[in-house]
């Protein structure tokens, strides 16, 4: 029987409520508890079923903290990413806003005087973080320039450098503030370990030649964090890297950033033209920009970087749908109209884009997921098949929201790509998974049930063939916008309609 969840206000007291009556796993959850045995051993190959072989890509949610433990199977919390193979040595830590003391808080006790480096785009609180350089002295904090207007370091990565001598990078959705990793849908890629080039290592491999072009966007003051990378051997990294620097980029580096490097990355998928002759392009975010007047930069650009598979003159074109939480969604989430403050989308510009924005927007919807609750800062995008149950194209999880700041825009007769933003993501398909020429490799959504992810009967999966699960931190079929339905926005006062716990907007500022 499908569980359902909702909230109910008592005295604005959380509540969660299970229609099958587990009252077992009604207990919270405590962010030091360990839910998953062991991240390091979950990425190889493995057997996750009987005759139904999977590989763990990495992507995982973020637990959730108000939802039982059975809503959080297989989540990671900040703590967690920072324990995973045991006594750190340095970390570099790359994101937009930070809380200091609150993330110290989840450095190990034997990991607390490493040095630990902070990129990030507060530049209004640099002299604050100037303090905390003079306390602790094994803190740095680096403001990369942003060039052109309205730009932000909206970056969120991780490089976890330990003493064994091994590195881990966590690719992410989440503010290093802890509102983020409260109750939130948030995503992590995590790559695997991470050793050391032998004499029998290649020189380089894709992913280390995009990494260190992408750092080398920030100028010198990261040449340290170079220089350490280029010793590891990345070769075992199953992902292609998709990142946005700011800029006007023309002649060879057009097609390097932003979303033509996303077109550029796709010619390598093959999307099977039984399966995905119809399908979804799928965009899922927490805000959205000055998109224009008409939907030419949203359908006419974007889209069309997005549909730009190997086979696309094969398939038929994808039908395109937005995904943004209504003012229902945030009304009724874990944190009610607090909540909304991660989805900055203004009224002014909603009002501008709406005429053409509403036939394509859907409501967070993510029952199957145990989400429902948890407003989305996660941003993914994917390729699914509307035929062939769970089949998916490839998947993107990224830092860009829909915007011209972060994907870029097209200017000068299409011969100049104008960025603003910072901004990363780690693509998946089935192509990069495959060990020989002849394997098929199958990307499909997974299910949380019976305290694992599973799926249907795939039938006998041979040597030839191998599964690739992705979590969708959403349901699918996706939910259109019902008459009155609206985007949240985050000017909106929204005078005397009460959330959850019966609370005003204006009552929580």
Known sequence: MEREISVESIHEKKRIKFTNNEEDNLKGYDSEETIIDDISNNYESKVMEKNCKQVD??????????????????????????????????????????????????????????????????????????????KFKNLKFFVPDLPILYGTHHTKAMFLFNKKETLRIVIH????????????????????????????????????????????????????????????????????????VPGRHKGSELNKYGHLALRKALEKAECEKEVFDDSSLIMQFSSVGSLGKDENWLVNELKASFLNVKNKFMLRNPKLKLIYPTVEN??????????????????????KQKNYMKKYLNSWKALTAKRQMAIPHIKTYCRISNTVEDRLGWFLLSSCNLSKAAWGELQKQNTQLQIRSFELGVLLYPELFKNKGNQRVIMHRKNLERGIFCDKDYG?????????????????????????????????????LRDCFGRTKASYY
């Open 57 to 134: 890509t990495g992507f995982k949610l973020t637990v959730v903290r108000d939802l039982p433990l059975n809503c959080n199977i297989d989540c990671v919390t900040l703590g967690q990413l920072l324990h995973l193979d045991g006594e750190l040595s340095e970390v570099f830590q790359f994101n937009y806003m930070l809380e200091i003391d609150w993330f110290l808080t989840n450095v190990p006790n034997h990991s607390k005087n490493i040095p630990l480096t902070f990129v990030h785009g507060q530049q209004h609180l640099q002299l604050e973080f100037k303090e905390y350089s003079k």
């Open 173 to 244: 959705t989440a503010n290093l503030i802890e509102r983020d990793w409260r109750n939130k849908t948030q995503g992590v890629w995590i790559s695997p370990q991470i050793a050391k080039k032998t004499s029998n290592s290649p020189p380089s491999c894709e992913f280390e030649l995009d990494l260190i072009k992408y750092l080398g966007n920030y100028g010198s003051f990261l040449d340290d964090l170079r220089n350490k990378l280029t010793v590891y051997d990345y070769c075992g990294v199953k992902a292609k890297l998709i990142y946005s």
């Open 330 to 351: 945030v009304r009724n989430n874990l944190d009610g109209w607090a909540g909304g403050g991660s989805l900055p989308f203004s009224k002014e510009n909603y009002g």
């Open 460 to 496: 006998i999966i041979t040597d030839n063939e191998i599964l690739i699960p992705i979590c969708l931190p959403y349901d699918f079929p996706l939910l259109r916008y019902e008459e009155g339905d609206e985007c949240y926005n985050s000017n909106e006062n929204y005078g005397l």
